[in-house]
T-cell receptor, first 114, second 116 residues
Framework: KAGVTQTPRYLIKTRGQQVTLSCSPI?????VSWYQQTPGQGLQFLFE???????NKGNFPGRFSGRQFSNSRSEMNVSTLELGDSALYLC?????????????FGAGTRLSVL | AQKVTQAQTEISVVEKEDVTLDCVYE???????LFWYKQPPSGELVFLIRRNSFDEQNEISGRYSWNFQKSTSSFNFTITASQVVDSAVYFC?????????????FGKGTKLTVNP
């Protein structure tokens, strides 16, 4: 069974641009969450989706947005990029939305903002 | 508020040594879940174990063992007879059950280096 797939793996953008990251969950998984990982702040929760609805959102500015499609695939978008947005963005999927679930992570998209 | 503290930033051991990674958590909820994940250089977080707040039975799985103590809010992880392949960053994480969210709160991680 294929794992969580994130594309692209690496991305270089300049300040002010916008970027879209993609996540394909494990087949059959319907819940998707996104996390940002930076050396300074560590791993921080961005948002989670289930059945195409955003269920929870972390403490990030409105420049960070996301969506989930009917096939459970998810995208996140960052507009007006800032240098501080440089990070590893990780996507995780689970079967259904439940606190006892195990989330399985992808290898991430490493975003560099110049 | 939820918080996870991994006081050890980096640990370096020689192969075959035993090593314990510490994790202390804070939560006001009575029902919660604790996790350990491993992050090798490739970047992917690999799930190791999940524990719920009602299950204080400690577990051993091969070279790995976990010690969960509610009285001290700790969930420590021990690798016995470490190997070079164990080198990675290890994260402890907490999830509350209130509200049904799957949001994980992570500690800052402990970088383990196992030298041959």
């Amino acid at each position: 069974k294929a794992g969580v797939t994130q594309t692209p793996r690496y991305l270089i953008k300049t300040r002010g641009q916008q970027v879209t990251l993609s996540c394909s969950p494990i087949s059959g998984h319907r819940s998707v969450s996104w996390y940002q990982q930076t050396p300074g702040q560590g791993l921080q929760f961005l948002f989670e989706y289930f059945s195409e609805t955003q269920r929870n959102k972390g403490n990030f500015p409105g420049r960070f947005s996301g969506r989930q499609f009917s096939n459970s695939r998810s995208e996140m978008n960052v507009s007006t990029l800032e240098l501080g947005d440089s990070a590893l963005y990780l996507c995780a999927s689970s079967l259904i939305q439940s606190p006892k679930n195990i989330q399985y992570f992808g290898a991430g998209t490493r975003l560099s903002v110049l | 508020a939820q918080k996870v503290t991994q006081a050890q930033t980096e640990i370096s051991v020689v192969e075959k040594e035993d090593v314990t990674l510490d994790c202390v958590y804070e939560t006001r909820d009575t029902t919660y879940y604790l996790f350990w994940y491993k992050q090798p250089p490739s970047g992917e977080l690999v799930f190791l174990i999940r524990r719920n707040s009602f299950d204080e039975q400690n577990e051993i799985s091969g070279r790995y063992s976990w010690n969960f103590q509610k009285s001290t809010s700790s969930f420590n992880f021990t690798i016995t007879a470490s190997q070079v392949v164990d080198s990675a960053v290890y994260f402890c994480a907490l999830r509350n059950s209130y509200g049904g969210s799957e949001k994980l709160v992570f500690g800052k991680g402990t970088k383990l280096t196992v030298n041959p």
